[in-house]
């Protein structure tokens, strides 16, 4: 039995001593102990710093982590409080300061107190947490704190890392990633509250559908990375024009769609408030752009529609306005357009038509006629192939009709391909007999089509698949499409040239060609445009300028043919002026293939067509 031996001496020299049992002590010693080293176990086994401070700010315990994050190992840190310290380890001295000031904002607020703040670990700065809870006596006094440090550097990275991610997320989620305007998504989102202001106030507002005009023949000539740095600059433009609480979206490809609020209880000035920022937005955008060192220019056509108290569907707004941008468009481009409940039942009809349009080629209702071209002694020498639609209800469509809202839908692309293939199968054809082996062919290329990068090797294949001799395919181009990139014009009209295929400028005078251009073109002929043979024997005017053009052709070695040759006057005056070629309802007008060679035959039984003007084609007529 473990006892404690306590001896006491009396004045009288007397000596008394007591024996107590310790054994029970000596137990809760041994569990103290263990406690004891348990917790100090624990703490260091943790890896954020542990600190332990008395009621003054002094220093006690410290585990392992503390003391490499403060730099204790070499400092005798027991016992300091921060001011302590800050004389043993003045580079810590900011540290310090910032403890001492948390410590009295905890004692202040009784309880625990989180800091969130860079430490200087190694050198450098990382990111710690830090907590500190007071402790206090059984009679309510201060006793010490408990500190703990805990490095978050990696968290605050990835934290930093997710709310990076989730801003991305939300960027692409609603916005447009090229501009970084509204997309589709949030353009509803607030044309839906814009409504519902709408309502509330009794104001209108407005929604406005802007298309870029010839967008596509910038982005098609020049590039994708040119357009894109065009939509770039014309979504700043828009987006500096209107008002902080307005919206300019992008819908995609060159659609931006601009939302006003707040103009007016009364429809026709909240309308003429709505046509002034149209107009301020498209003199925004009207100066010249400056992409990669070269000037560009652009236009718009814009469609409007007010709303106030909208009942119907979101998305009818926007068609509304698409609606009203389409007429913009058929207007000359360039204009503003409110929208107009009859525009609907147009707009109805042309997508029907467009729909119907792109089955013509799988359903074979496409057809080529064939218009003769006579030499200056009446006898054939060629054709032009001209492109027919006929309809399962409507019968004939006019080119005039269809045509434009091909080249729109981009259908001119594969209409055009399938018109080079037939063309070329029936020069293939000819070629088996004398009476059509010499004949060539005119063909006419859209835009589209002859911006295409492979247009050339496209003509390369056919003419191989078909067999079809190709100095007698004739490729009719117009000066617009010519001027659009007179560079590439140029480069692919020498690959045609190359493979032996005839090129003709087509319309020519009709548009504003510059000779300078004119001289590079590597063309083998000229067509004189209908609009100025059709009164070349009553207009001065146009007698001056179909002149000019035979003249200057013949000295650029050119060949020349006049087209809508349709009265003897107009054959006889250009005769004079020395042209070579002609085509027109005079000879005969545009007919389907078995009509033609039936023509070709009749024509060769006949003779005296120059003497007598005796011509095979009146009852065609």
């Not at 810590?92 to 948390?102: C, F, R, S, V």
């Not at 119907?356 to 218009?371: A, G, I, P």
């Not at 004398?434 to 492979?454: C, D, G, I, K, Y």
Request: one cysteine or more; proline letters at 4%; glycine letters at 6%.
């Amino acid at each position: 039995m473990p006892l404690e031996l306590t001896a006491v001496k009396l004045p009288n020299g007397r000596l008394y001593g007591a024996c107590r049992d310790i054994t029970q002590r000596q137990a809760h010693e041994r569990e103290i102990t263990q406690v004891n080293s348990r917790l100090n176990a624990l703490i260091e086994a943790i890896p954020d710093g542990i600190v332990f401070k008395d009621e003054e700010g002094r220093w006690l315990v410290s585990n392992e982590s503390a003391k490499k994050l403060f730099q204790l190992h070499d400092v005798p840190w027991q016992g300091k409080n921060e001011s302590e310290l800050t004389q043993l380890q003045p580079k810590l001295w900011a540290e310090y300061a910032t403890m001492m000031a948390e410590d009295e904002q905890v004692w202040q607020a009784a309880n625990m107190q989180i800091f969130e703040k860079p430490l200087l670990v190694n050198e450098s700065h990382a990111q710690f947490e830090v907590r500190k809870m007071p402790i206090y006596k059984a009679d309510g006094s201060r006793s010490g704190l408990v500190v703990t440090a805990r490095d978050v550097t990696e968290r605050k990275r990835i934290e930093a890392e997710q709310k990076a991610a989730s801003a991305q997320i939300h960027q692409l989620a609603f916005y447009d990633a090229l501009t970084g305007l509204p997309n589709r998504r949030l353009l509803m989102d607030r044309l839906t509250q814009a409504c519902a202001a709408s309502s509330r106030s009794g104001r209108y507002g407005a929604l406005m559908f802007i298309d870029l005009d010839h967008f596509k023949n910038i982005n098609d000539s020049q590039g994708h990375d040119i357009g894109d740095m065009l939509l770039l600059q014309v979504g700043e433009r828009l987006a500096a024009t209107v008002r902080d609480g307005d919206t300019v979206a992008r819908l995609g490809g060159d659609e931006f769609v601009v939302v006003l609020q707040n103009l007016s209880e009364h429809n026709e000035e909240s309308a003429s408030r709505a046509e002034t920022v149209a107009e301020k937005l498209r003199a925004a955008i009207s100066p010249p752009y400056l992409l990669n060192d070269h000037v560009y220019g652009t236009s718009m056509s814009i469609g409007i529609v007010l709303f106030k108290d909208h009942q119907a569907p979101i998305e009818q707004l926007l068609k509304h306005a698409d609606i009203a941008m389409y007429q913009a468009k058929a207007a000359g481009r360039n204009t503003i357009h409110f929208y107009d409940p009859v525009m609907q039942a147009e707009q109805v009809q042309r997508i029907k038509w467009e729909s119907e349009l792109r089955l013509t080629v799988d359903n074979r209702q496409l057809d080529l006629f064939y218009q003769v071209q006579v030499d200056n002694e009446y006898k054939p020498v060629g054709a032009e192939a001209l492109l027919r639609w006929t309809h399962p209800e409507h019968g004939l469509i006019s080119p005039a009709f269809f045509i434009p809202t091909a080249e729109e839908t981009g259908m001119i692309v594969p209409i055009g391909a399938w018109v080079l293939q037939m063309a070329c199968g029936q020069l293939k054809d000819w070629q088996g007999s004398p009476l059509t082996s010499e004949l060539t062919l005119a063909v006419n290329v859209s835009a589209r089509q002859f911006r295409q990068a492979n247009f050339v090797d496209e003509v390369r294949r056919v003419l191989r698949e078909t067999g079809a001799r190709s100095e007698l395919l004739k490729l009719e181009l117009t000066e617009s499409i010519v001027l659009e990139n007179v560079e590439d014009a140029i480069s692919k009209m020498h690959e045609l040239k190359a493979l032996g295929v005839t090129c003709s400028l087509d319309d020519f005078g009709t548009g504003y060609s510059s000779l300078q251009y004119l001289k590079r073109l590597p063309i083998d002929q000229m067509k004189i445009d209908q609009t100025f043979v059709r009164d070349i024997a009553s207009d001065p005017n146009d007698a001056t300028i179909v002149k000019t053009i035979i003249v200057m052709a013949k000295a650029m070695g050119l060949r020349v043919i006049a087209e809508g040759v349709e009265e003897d006057t107009q054959l006889s005056f250009l005769e004079l002026c020395g042209c070579e070629s002609f085509q027109g309802y005079l000879f005969s007008k545009p007919v389907p293939i078995n009509q033609f060679e039936d023509f070709l035959r009749d024509g060769h039984r006949h003779t005296g067509y120059k003497e007598n003007k005796i011509l095979p084609s009146a009852a065609l007529h």
